[in-house]
């Protein structure tokens, strides 16, 4: 006859588990880390599963919004990239056309620029 041991979650487990979800790493992965199957960890982590990775987005994202108030301009260029798109803000990206006559041109001018800083390495 087998012998059953019932998994008991911990606190410490709890937050493996949501450290692990929060990292990305597949669920058959965070069952074998700590030492279960993956029935059982739905069973007993549905939870730190379903919510660990919307929390941790929520942080990142609070800290983006307090950086971006408090003058960071990295944090303002992307919290307008993502959420100020619906507002108008866009970035726009403009792609100029140039004529066959202006492209050998410039061909010409980095040949000549080549010619006369031409060294010897």
Known sequence: MAIHNPHE?????????T???IAG?????IAKV???DE???KKHYQHELDCSEP???EMVSKTVVMQAINGNEKSQALYMKTKGAK???VEKQVIESITLDETQA???KVRELEEKYQQDY
């Not at 979650?9 to 588990?17: F, H, M």
């Not at 790493?25 to 992965?29: A, K, L, T």
């Open 9 to 17: 979650p911990t606190a410490s487990l709890r937050q493996r588990v």
């Open 19 to 21: 450290d692990l979800a």
């Open 25 to 29: 790493i597949p669920q058959y992965m």
């Open 34 to 36: 700590i030492g279960i």
């Open 39 to 41: 029935d059982t960890l």
């Open 55 to 57: 929390e941790a987005i």
């Open 87 to 89: 507002y108008g803000w």
């Open 106 to 108: 410039l061909k010409d």
